[in-house]
């Protein structure tokens, strides 16, 4: 499956991923009444997670080379978890049949496994919510300290000391607030419609990612560290 990674980030493409949100029916794990191999724990449909997660993989390309560390991680974990899905589209088509299918052959946490995508993935995706849930309520917030925020309350708790240096350095190099709005804003388009869509995008990504990290969690996926 081959993705267009150079469109521009417009209105409609924000637009879409908030189309292609509303339309997930995930299932809610429920832990007391569902065992970790139960074939039916929950439904994540895998195409929609990998567009939203090249959406932020887009952004990041906009911003520039001051997020190349995470846009490489996002990226690679994109073509893994699209190889996968490509190899068997109608079983794959669920993203928690690639977990349960390593786990079943105990390589879940071994080297750069599909689970360990969709983990770091997920948690990318929790960083970018983080981040626009902030930038949402004040466009004018200053964006080292917003940044920081988000990393802080996502990703340092699962970063080892070379993935948070390399974070750090990018920091320094982040756009201010108003780059990154003009960047994610597109064309044509006020503050206030900006506010609305990005709202909208975001109440619609935060229970999908609760949903993930229900399933990441029962199958003892979800406290795994980088170096």
């Known amino acids: 499956m081959k993705r267009k990674r150079d469109m521009e980030i417009e209105s409609t493409e924000i637009r879409s991923a908030i189309q292609e949100l509303s339309l997930l029916q995930v299932l809610k794990v429920q832990p007391e009444e569902a065992e970790v191999d139960d074939h039916n724990i929950t439904t994540i449909p895998t195409l929609p997670f990998l567009s939203i997660s090249t959406l932020v993989l887009q952004v990041l390309d906009k911003i520039g080379p001051t997020m190349a560390v995470l846009r490489q991680d996002i990226y690679q974990n994109i073509q893994r978890l699209e190889k996968i899905h490509d190899s068997d589209p109608s079983l794959y088509s669920n993203m928690v049949e690639i977990l349960k299918k390593e786990v079943n052959e105990g390589k879940e946490k071994k080297g750069p496994s599909c689970s360990k995508a969709v983990l770091w993935l997920t948690r990318s995706l929790d960083f970018s ?97 980088s170096t």
Request: net charge positive.
């Open 129 to 225: 919510l983080a981040l626009l849930q902030l930038l949402v309520e004040d466009l004018e917030r200053n964006m080292e300290q917003a940044v920081q925020e988000s990393y802080t309350n996502t990703l340092k708790p699962w970063h080892g000391w070379i993935s948070s240096a390399a974070f750090k350095v990018a920091l320094k190099l982040v756009p201010d607030s108003k780059g990154l709005i003009t960047i994610l804003m597109g064309k044509n388009k006020s503050n206030d419609d900006f506010k609305k869509e990005m709202r909208t995008f975001i109440s619609l990504l935060a229970p999908l990612l609760k949903e993930i990290h229900n399933v990441l969690g029962a199958y003892g996926l979800d406290t795994l560290k």
